[in-house]
């Protein structure tokens, strides 16, 4: 079974262990099902796991999760990679409305997470829709990102379109498509880097950021008339504030985004 897959049952049955534990015996047979999926999953393999996902409503339905998928991605024509996204589209949903008991801005943290698995699944699967080699796809990226053309290209073999890093993919591909939630994207991975690094003085250091912010009067500016040293920090302080707001609309807007102008340009 994929570590994905594997990791979002294993989250479902710990959520639901939780409510157990606080005495609610509604979740008693979700528990039982959803422990039954996960150990006839592991015993059949992969397979068995897509052949479920086929129906989202029933497995939404078997799990009682209050969300439902968001982007049913019926254009993307693998069934693998349909499937994963799914999953995944379904894990951030509950993210934000499902059982746990998120401590404050934890929701926000994984529904980034969850969203930035989706658009790195979807840029991974316009490459190689799009190019028929890793060569194809590299020198795509080369073209079109000018840092990874003069600082990576020439010391890096790509022999898979993973082995490009996201960041520099997702720059190429707006070089030509023009994806305008290009920039929230760049938040979302932000916040889901944010959230995997533990670090108890970061709040302090955004903190003192917000206040240069603030002093040197850079909100509303237009961020191309600032000097480089202050665009670093608008971009900063920018990527916080998003984090802090946690407006879980506007990363959904922008995932619906990627997948159209991904699938509309195959």
């Not at 894990?91 to 790195?120: I, P, V």
């Not at 890096?156 to 707006?174: G, S």
Request: net charge neutral.
């Amino acid at each position: 079974m994929a570590t994905e897959t594997r990791n979002f049952y294993k989250s479902l049955i710990d959520t639901l262990l939780e409510a157990r534990s606080r005495g609610n015996p509604h979740y008693d047979d979700i528990y039982e099902n959803t422990l039954s999926i996960l150990v006839q999953a592991t015993a059949n393999g992969e397979e068995n796991i897509y052949s479920i996902l086929n129906n989202v409503a029933k497995i939404s339905d078997i799990l009682s999760l209050d969300t439902k998928i968001s982007i049913d991605y019926i254009s993307i024509d693998d069934s693998r990679t349909r499937h994963q996204l799914r999953l995944d589209n379904l894990a951030m949903g509950r993210s934000r409305y499902g059982l746990n008991q998120h401590t404050e801005g934890s929701s926000f943290d994984d529904y980034c997470r969850f969203a930035q698995l989706q658009a790195e699944e979807l840029i991974n699967f316009f490459y190689t829709q799009k190019f028929s080699t890793p060569v194809l796809i590299q020198q795509f990226v080369i073209n079109n990102n000018k840092n990874y053309r003069e600082n990576i290209a020439s010391r890096t073999v790509a022999n898979k379109v993973t082995d490009i890093t996201y960041f520099y993919k997702l720059f190429a591909f707006n070089q030509i498509y023009q994806f305008k939630e290009y920039w929230t994207l760049l938040q979302v991975s932000y916040v889901r880097n944010q959230a995997s690094h533990r670090c108890s003085i970061t709040g302090d250091k955004e903190d003192e950021l917000m206040c240069d912010y603030e002093i040197k009067q850079l909100p509303g500016k237009m961020r191309n008339s600032l000097t480089y040293s202050d665009q670093k920090l608008y971009d900063k302080c920018e990527k916080i504030m998003f984090r802090r707001e946690a407006d879980y609309e506007k990363v959904s807007i922008a995932l619906h985004a990627l997948y159209k102008t991904v699938t509309t340009n195959l």
